[in-house]
């Protein structure tokens, strides 16, 4: 047994040392992006056979949005 595990190299020194680099410019790209504002819109949807209620926050609403999920017939915009 040596202190082989404890004593870096050089090399390994290196490594270390450019990993937080790359790491900071991930950050950074993340935060440029958050940092632009999506515009979202609220939809409130209501079944007319089973009175079920879903509330939606998006852009735009698909086509697979507009089913009620437990009976399957079409939603109105409420």
Avoid: A, H, R
């Amino acid at each position: 047994m040596g202190l082989d595990k404890w004593i870096k190299t050089d090399k390994e020194e290196k490594k270390s040392d450019k990993k937080p680099k790359s790491q900071k410019i991930k950050k950074d790209n993340e935060v440029k992006q958050s940092e632009i504002p999506i515009k979202l819109s609220k939809y409130i949807l209501l079944c007319t056979k089973c009175k079920y209620q879903k509330t939606l926050m998006k852009k735009e609403l698909e086509e697979s949005d507009k089913f009620c999920p437990k009976c399957k017939s079409k939603m109105k915009l409420k």
